[in-house]
């Protein structure tokens, strides 16, 4: 699992805002950088890392949501958490053929037929959860997620953030 990026502005000295900014900056990058390959069915750690990256990235977005305009921050976090969503859904299916694979070791000859009919239906899951992904993907591109999730980090960091917000 890739490891989370530290915060370089990150101290606790700054305000709340500020901080909320750097985070959703950091962990968005991260986001989008895992997205590279993530269709590759035969790496199926790219999934898993982008999942845990959006994770973080929704974590940082509930945590510090009184520092962004309530609006389109729901709207960010709404498709942050589809996009979450079509990764888990693109997850089950990878984790449970690689469980599947070290059960088929230890069966029998006679056991493989069931085990192969499994493998092929996951497989058929993995295909699928593949495509709403693909889609996923696809909208978070046409909506323009990661621009706005660096608006978002902007506006809290703006002179009418500073003023409501107190260090």
């Not at 890739?2 to 990058?29: K, T």
């Not at 990256?53 to 709404?78: D, G």
């Amino acid at each position: 699992m890739a490891q989370a990026r530290p915060i370089p502005e990150l101290s606790p000295d700054m305000r709340f805002a500020d901080a909320a900014a750097a985070a959703v900056e950091v962990r968005a990058a991260e986001v989008f950088e895992h997205s590279a390959g993530v269709l590759d069915s035969d790496d199926i750690e790219r999934v898993h890392d982008m999942r845990v990256s959006t994770r973080r990235l929704r974590a940082a977005l509930e945590v510090f949501a009184v520092c962004f305009p309530r609006k389109e921050h729901r709207r960010v976090l709404r498709e942050v958490k589809a996009l979450a969503d079509a990764l888990g859904e693109r997850r089950d299916p990878d984790v449970a053929l690689e469980v599947l694979s070290g059960v088929a070791a230890e069966l029998t000859r006679s056991d493989r037929p069931g085990i192969e009919s499994l493998a092929a239906e996951l497989h058929e899951e993995q295909k699928q959860g593949n495509a709403r992904l693909e889609q996923a993907l696809s909208r978070a591109r046409e909506s323009q997620l990661e621009g706005r999730l660096a608006a978002l980090a902007e506006a809290a960091r703006s002179p009418r953030a500073q003023a409501g917000a107190s260090p």
